[in-house]
């Protein structure tokens, strides 16, 4: 390895310079007679390329094409900055002179009455009463599939206001609601308002105290099989 670069460096050594063959005994080379690779060493930033001076011109403000420099040269005028006053101004606020004691203003921080007032006391009465035993909601309803008849009649008649006022007593209690006619005597143990709530409107058209107490109910379903007939004007 040691003879190959001896014989590759003589060969690159210029044919004027006398040195010696790969076959001669070896001798020091001086500094002079090794080829060096010179390169030329560009410390001269000068012919760096920048940017043009422009480049370091900070951008106009606002933007040649913005909204606002354009309403400036359409209007001629510069235009104003607004403080935040001018923004957005202050509330008005009334004068301490005008303030009356007691009397809440509109820019008041006081709290308001509404709030100062003690809630109003839920009324303690309801209008159920205690029921005797097995005279639920479920008891009359079982009483309805029982096959008693609670009509009291054989067919379904017409009934007039004069004959309906016939049958307002306990034991024989007709009232009619929203045209229907019921015969109410098996129902009254069973009502939750108790049965002198219900005779109210025995004998006669219970339609308005029925929708002013209770109007969610369903009363086709819970007095279908007390169905008497039709209420009618009389002739």
Not at 24 to 29: E, S
Not at 157 to 175: G, I, Q
Not at 216 to 234: H, I, K, Q, S
């Amino acid at each position: 390895m040691a003879s190959y670069l001896r014989s590759w460096l003589y060969s690159q050594a210029p044919e004027s310079t006398n040195l010696p063959k790969p076959s001669d005994a070896p001798r020091i080379v001086e500094d002079s007679e090794v080829p060096t690779i010179t390169t030329e060493d560009d410390d001269d930033d000068s012919s760096t390329v920048h940017g043009d001076d422009e480049d370091d011109v900070a951008p106009s403000f606002p933007a040649l094409n913005s909204a606002q420099r354009l309403g400036t040269q359409q209007s001629g005028s510069v235009p104003r900055i607004l403080s935040d006053a001018q923004l957005m101004p202050p509330p008005p606020m009334p004068s301490l002179a005008v303030r009356r004691p007691g009397v809440p203003s509109g820019s008041s921080l006081a709290v308001p009455p509404s709030t100062t007032k003690p809630p109003p006391k839920l009324s303690t009465k309801r209008g159920k009463v205690a029921l005797a035993p097995g005279h639920g909601p479920l008891d009359w309803a079982n009483l309805k599939k029982s096959g008693q008849d609670l009509r009291g009649v054989d067919t379904l008649l017409r009934v007039t206001p004069s004959m309906l006022k016939e049958h307002r007593t306990r034991d024989d209690a007709w009232s009619a609601f929203n045209g229907k006619v019921y015969n109410i005597t098996s129902y009254l143990p069973y009502h939750p308002g108790g049965e002198k709530e219900l005779m109210r409107v025995a004998g006669r058209d219970g339609s308005k105290l029925f929708a002013l107490t209770h109007a969610w109910v369903n009363l086709d379903y819970m007095l279908d099989t007390c169905l008497v007939g039709f209420l009618v004007p009389e002739s």
